[in-house]
């Protein structure tokens, strides 16, 4: 069964809303989240690592007042787009690893972002 | 800097076996990863290497060598629905994954 899950997973907004992507690890606590996007026929950008109780760490160039991350529990992280435009439409990844720093991630079903 | 390195683009036929290759340079190594995205869908587990040697699972195997800091792929019988991206990428010692841009692997009749 799905180890990760996101909601929603797909969503279209205007430009200049906000919108925020859920997280969720269904199966263990996962002290480290990762966020990803991905743009087509690209491959994953880690956008940011995503820490319970700590503030996210940014990857260069991501813009953390732009992509505001909360991962207020062991089971949930949400990343919001905020002021969102066009240029943002793209595929969002989580993932996640085990309490136990288990090397594999663990990847959501993603969630495809339109900004019209 | 740390680097993956894979093709951008192969092109097999059904049934035969196609090899693709990730070489790399990170900051520590904690183990090497393949995974398989088709179009719009999220990255699907495939193998993980962490000692030298070939790992083989059914019709997928991969292989690493962490002295030459290769890895690859090896599709065998080929199916019309392995056409997909395989991505490499690696653990670094902070057990983040960098990814290699993928290779598009095209499978014809």
């Known amino acids: 069964g799905a180890v990760v899950s996101q909601h929603p997973s797909w969503v279209i907004c205007k430009s200049g809303t906000s919108v925020k992507i859920e997280c969720r690890s269904l199966d263990f606590q996962a002290t480290t989240m990762f966020w990803y996007r991905q743009f087509p026929k690209q491959s994953l950008m880690l956008m940011a690592t995503?820490?319970?109780?700590?503030?996210?760490?940014?990857e260069q160039g991501v813009e953390k007042d732009k992509f505001l991350i909360n991962h207020a529990s062991l089971t949930l992280s949400t990343l919001t787009v905020t002021s969102a435009h066009p240029e943002d439409s793209s595929f969002y990844i989580c993932?996640?690893?085990?309490?136990?720093?288990?090397?594999?991630?663990?990847f959501g079903p993603g969630t495809r972002l339109t900004v019209t | 800097g740390q680097n993956i390195d894979q093709p951008t683009e192969m092109t097999a036929t059904e049934g035969a076996i196609v090899q693709i290759n990730c070489t790399y340079q990170?900051?520590?190594?904690?183990?090497l990863f393949w995974y398989q995205q088709h179009a719009g869908e999220a990255p699907t587990f495939l193998s993980y290497n962490v000692l030298d040697g070939l790992e083989e699972k059914g019709r997928f195997s991969s292989f690493l060598s962490r002295s030459k800091g290769y890895s690859y792929l090896l599709l065998k019988e080929l199916q019309m629905k392995d056409s997909a991206s395989y991505l490499c990428a690696v653990s670094d010692s902070n057990y983040q994954l960098i990814w290699g841009a993928g290779t598009k692997l095209i499978i014809k009749p």
């Open positions: 995503s820490n319970e109780g700590s503030k996210a760490t940014y």
């Open positions: 993932s996640v690893i085990g309490i136990q720093r288990e090397v594999e991630q663990y």
């Open positions: 990170t900051s520590g190594f904690n183990g």
